[in-house]
């Protein structure tokens, strides 16, 4: 089991990413945004990634996963195709350069004009075929995640996924339930249960976002907490996760002063930092009270 998570919560530079990781002990770095201007670290320039690198060598500190922009909710699957495979060609080299083994993919944005059984599988599955086979070739893994995309509708459409993409893997994010449609109930849809989407999916997931909060009803927005405060049932999905033997990445998502797809939440950077290390030191203590402290490496307990 390791620890890491989206460090451009803690800092907007890889330097103050780094610093915030270190403070926890950790050595690894779930990496989105990474230019100057808030590019992800598949699209900032060459010189700038040769820095990003340079600063990474110096600390020790690795990039586990790739929080790519492929097939994200920001890409209709009615567009072509051509941006998500551009991003992804720019991703496999740069991966292998850093040693990270996954990137974390989406299957297009959802048809909001549409409803749940029309919207446009066949091409979605064929996309994600392609994409599958390109980053597998590089002995190279993506894993889905549930997010605002055809795949976080609900868990059948992500057992859909797995069913017609052969080796697709999954990221489940306990957070992204809370505020999400359950597409598989009839309108009006109530929100989803984070349990049952991760019983019904767990066999497939390879590595998790820690994220938690409350949906409130009156004004339509997630409010998010520290792990275990909210109503993505964090203690037990962890819980069954480690009792099961899970030995994969558990990847912090605040969004608590920051939110990647909100540029409305915006906090010092000191608050960023703060609540990152708190949020890491909140999740380790979590880890100990489900009873399995013993698998948190000696060198996180700071």
Known sequence: MYLTGFADEAA????????ATQALGWTNIEARKAGPNGENLHDVTDEQF???????DHSGVKINCFGSAIANWGKPITEPFDSSLAEARRAIPRMKRLGAKLVRVMSFAVLKDRPADDQMEAERFAR???LQKMFADEGLTIVHENCMNYGGMGWTYTLKLIDNVPGLKLV??????VGSDDRT???PHPKQSAWEFYRNVKDHVVYVHIKDGVFNRDSGKVTYTFPGEGNG????IVKDLLDGGYDGGFSMEPHMQVVFHDDSVQASAQA??????EYGRRFMKLIE??????????????
Do not use: M, S, W
Request: hydrophobic share 30%.
């Open 12 to 19: 907007a530079d890889i330097h103050g990413q780094i610093r």
């Open 50 to 56: 040769d820095a990003i690198c340079e600063a990474l």
């Open 128 to 130: 994600l075929r392609e």
């Open 172 to 177: 489940f994010d306990t957070g992204n339930p």
């Open 185 to 187: 109930r009839p309108a």
């Open 233 to 236: 049932d964090v203690r037990r």
């Open 272 to 277: 960023r930092h703060d609540n990152y290390v």
């Open 289 to 302: 009270d489900v009873g399995h402290g013993g698998k948190i490496p000696p060198a996180y307990r700071r």
